[in-house]
């Protein structure tokens, strides 16, 4: 029942910015603590941010601590992605994701259900 889809990847350069975008629907938004993940071609898909219900908590993985935002408008239920100077080793499809059930903070990633349909981006040297 529910659902998200995820957009606003794209092809930049080295440096650049851009703004991921995921909105749910079919659920109550409030009650998921939201993440946002990424997969590069041939390893393994990586937690890169996540928030708490209230937004009032964030978490980052180190390579891109400074760098990226995360953060949520319940009221529209949607999360952001901020992702400012952008490196070539930031190139991976981006998934947004909300765990099975209710939650206040980030669980592990097997615990996540639903998941965006990914959205791809590509930064050039």
């Known amino acids: 029942q529910v659902k998200l889809v995820d957009s606003g990847g794209g092809l930049v350069q080295a440096g650049d910015s851009l703004r991921l975008s995921c909105t749910v629907s079919?659920?109550?938004?409030?009650?998921?603590?939201m993440a946002w993940f990424r997969q590069a071609p041939g390893k393994e898909r990586e937690l890169v941010a996540a928030i708490s219900r209230s937004g009032g908590r964030t978490y980052y993985v180190t390579v891109v601590r400074g760098r990226f935002t995360i953060s949520r408008d319940n009221a529209e239920n949607t999360v952001y992605l901020q992702m400012n100077t952008l490196k070539p080793e930031d190139t991976a499809v981006y998934y947004c994701?909300?765990?099975?059930?209710?939650?206040?903070?980030?669980?592990?990633?097997?615990?996540?259900?639903?998941w965006g349909q990914g959205t791809q981006v590509t930064v050039s040297a």
């Open positions: 079919g659920g109550t938004f409030g009650v998921y603590a």
């Open positions: 994701a909300a765990p099975g059930a209710s939650t206040v903070w980030y669980v592990p990633k097997d615990e996540y259900d639903y």
